[in-house]
């Protein structure tokens, strides 16, 4: 089963949600496909680390082919070619790496070559594979990475905590795309319930069954009861705000395998996820 | 005009919360937000009348025509953003996927494909006294760079005689922050003391680096990590980061803006201690643009 | 030789962007004459300082003057062998003058790409 974690705000706590849910588990994969920030890897700290290179294609021109057709320049949509003296130069940042120049040169006359623009690494944390994807900074798009993050698990591969980047752009999008169950992690606050409005949006236009953490939580905050009641999106857990929580999360713990209560926590917490993505699995069948 | 911007690296580390404020002392006319995938500072900037919307044009996106699609799969198979489907009709684009690379449309036989304007969000401008342009990019996009530098245009072109620009920006170091970073003058880097935080830190520094933009770094929630707080402190004087100073967690500033407030209204440590950190930033500021 | 300068909409005034200038002026300082314009990259999706790049390497320029340029499009000059100016004044037909005149310097520092997105 995978489940996705995600939240509309940044700061809410999906990397405290995903970590403490894949150590709790026996034998978890951590995919951290926020590879802008990936932070899981400061917490559970990977042994036995290797790495492999994130590339995309990028075209290189053969000036003695070249016959100066243009027919690439006419057709890149995002202006990456530009015909100079007598073949085109590419430029990397705004390629999008589609083929599309290869593909209408007559003379074959286009080659790609791989571009570095991240790396994945792989390691051991206790019982817990983890899988860190890291964009290089200047580098403008986390697709290509998160794809690779996601590649690196296999399909039924048991239980897999995919912890997302925050916002619902394009990069959400991808590290959603796979998740059998989404954990939508909430901040009692007015801009936490804004943003996890347009999350909720997203993860319900996928049809992804989802379900609630409120994090950070101190009284109620009505707002976002009442939309999680109104929408019918069950709330599996309320943390409270704890200053000791934060001080041992700013200090790169991982919750559970110091705290015995917060560990239970979250192991109900697995099983309620577990007992709903069940449900909806069930309530699928049937319909 | 000159142009502060404020990012994080990291989320929910009080970005829009800092960027309320400081317009509430600088007694801002023009500010934008530019985190376009999850706009927040107009819950906290009120009334300011009705905005004028408009469309913004993204990238173009594949569309197939069922009419005329034989089902070949030939669109499938060049498409190298998992973009394409098929039913036993035809085939289809998905949307979120489809970067509007043209590929597909020149290679299907039928001529089954073209490529259309796709509305992936919208601007909202506020023009008065003061001028407010912000955005919300639509869900599953990407393109959100461009977004962003539509929104600092719309900015620039309706408030051309303020005197300062604060811009909002958004968790990240991807393309919605690059392009934010482009022509400002200074960049406040919002810091959490924690273990994310300064790994997080340590990233935007770097992005603005390769940007050449000049940054100055604040702690928020510094007590949250009093010997997180002095680690980064450390690290600005060793790299000769310019330091702008320290803010307390304070369940106060939260309230202010559960109620629609800028923290800057309300009299707690928090506000005192943004009203030094803004005087030290606008410090920053005119020394330069000397 | 051939001068290009990006121009606003007055057709007057020099452009502070490059990439996306709504005009450029073409000079030839042979004939004398000037010609001006559409820039197809004002309204490009990206990369718009690349296409105005192609379009001024197009028309034949040896010279451009102008306020600011990207890296990108420094590259593309630079490739091309079009010498960029810094411009001096608000109006075109006073740079063209500054230029006659030896009084323009090059410009020598670009600003990063917004990578495609601006």
């Keep these: 089963m995978t489940v996705a974690v995600l939240s509309g705000k940044g700061g809410t706590g999906k990397t405290f949600v995903s970590v403490n849910l894949a150590a709790v588990a026996k034998d978890a994969v951590y995919l951290d496909c926020d590879v802008e920030e990936p932070n899981g890897r400061l917490f559970l700290k990977p042994e036995q680390v290797t790495s492999s290179p994130v590339t995309v294609p990028l075209p290189a021109f053969d000036g003695e082919k070249c016959t100066g057709c243009r027919k690439c320049v006419e057709f890149c949509r995002f202006n990456a070619l530009v015909f100079v003296k007598n073949r085109p130069m590419v430029f990397p940042e705004v390629c999008h790496s589609c083929g599309g120049c290869a593909l209408v040169c007559p003379v074959h006359a286009v080659t790609e070559t791989p571009r570095l623009v991240g790396t994945v690494e792989e390691g051991l944390s206790g019982g817990v594979r983890v899988v860190t994807g890291i964009l290089n900074p200047g580098e403008v798009s986390a697709v290509p990475v998160i794809k ?82 109104e929408t019918n999106t069950p709330v599996l857990l309320r943390i409270p705000y704890s200053t000791e929580l934060a001080a041992r999360t700013a200090a790169g713990e991982v919750a559970v395998r110091r705290d015995a209560a917060i560990a239970g926590t979250f192991r109900g917490l697995l099983n309620e996820i577990r007992k709903e993505a069940c449900d909806e699995k069930t309530a699928d069948s049937e319909r | 005009m000159r142009k502060l911007l404020i990012l994080s690296g990291k989320g929910g580390t009080g970005k829009t919360t800092a960027a309320a404020a400081f317009i509430r002392f600088a007694e801002a006319r ?57 039913d036993e009709k035809s085939h289809f684009l998905n949307e979120f996927a489809c970067e509007g690379c043209g590929v597909c449309a020149a290679v299907c ?32 996009r990407g393109n959100s760079g461009k977004l962003v530098a539509e929104v600092k245009s719309a900015l620039l072109k309706n408030a051309p005689a303020a005197d300062l620009a604060i811009i909002d920006g958004s968790p990240g170091i991807g393309c919605p922050v690059i392009a934010s970073m482009s022509g400002v003058d200074l960049v406040l880097i919002v810091a959490e003391p924690s273990v994310s935080g300064i790994s997080d830190l340590e990233r935007i520094l770097k992005t603005a680096a390769v940007f050449r933009t000049k940054a100055v770094v604040c702690v928020n929630k510094w007590d949250t990590s009093p010997e997180k707080t002095e680690a980064i402190e450390r690290f600005c004087a060793e790299n000769e980061i310019a330091y702008a100073g320290r803010i307390p967690y304070d369940a106060e500033a939260s309230n202010a803006i559960n109620a629609g407030k800028s923290v800057a209204d309300i009299d707690c440590a928090a506000s005192r201690a943004l009203r030094e950190v803004f005087d030290r930033v606008t410090g920053q500021l005119t020394g330069s643009t000397q | 030789m051939k001068i290009a300068i990006p121009i606003e909409e007055n057709k007057e005034a020099v452009c502070v962007s490059f990439g996306r200038a709504p005009y450029f002026l073409i000079h030839d300082t042979d004939t004398k004459t000037s010609e001006i314009k559409v820039n197809p990259a004002a309204e490009a999706e990206g990369g ?32 091309a062998g079009v010498k960029i100016y810094k411009a001096l004044s608000t109006y075109a037909n006073e740079n063209l003058k500054a230029m006659a005149e030896g009084k323009l310097d090059e410009l020598t520092s670009f600003h990063a790409g917004f990578h495609g997105k601006s």
């Design chain 2, 109 to 140: 036989p039928q001529g089954a494909i073209s490529l259309r304007d796709d509305v992936a969000g919208e601007v909202r401008l506020y023009l008065g006294e003061r001028v407010f342009a912000t955005a919300e990019l639509k869900m599953g």
């Design chain 3, 48 to 79: 718009a300082g690349l296409k105005a790049a192609q379009f001024v390497v197009d028309a034949g320029a040896d010279a451009l003057i102008t306020v600011r340029c990207g890296q990108n499009a420094a590259d593309v000059f630079m490739a």
């Design chain 2, 30 to 86: 023009a500010f934008a937000d530019c985190d376009v995938d999850a706009p927040n500072l107009h819950l906290v900037e009120k009334n300011l009348g009705e905005p004028e919307c408009f469309d913004y044009l993204g990238s173009h996106k594949a569309v197939v025509d069922p009419e005329k699609c034989v089902n070949c799969g030939s669109c499938q198979a060049v498409c190298r953003f998992d973009a394409i489907g098929a």
């Design chain 1, 148 to 229: 690779n993050v996601l590649q690196k698990v296999a399909q039924d591969s048991g239980l897999a905590i995919v912890d997302c980047p925050p916002g619902s752009g394009c990069s959400v999008m991808e590290s959603v795309s796979r998740a059998d169950y989404c954990l939508l992690v909430a901040e009692p606050t007015a801009f936490g319930l804004h943003n996890f409005k347009m999350v909720h949006r997203l993860v319900r236009l996928l049809h992804k069954p989802c379900g609630v953490v409120i994090n950070k939580a101190s009284g109620e905050y009505s707002p976002l009861e009442q939309f999680c009641a």
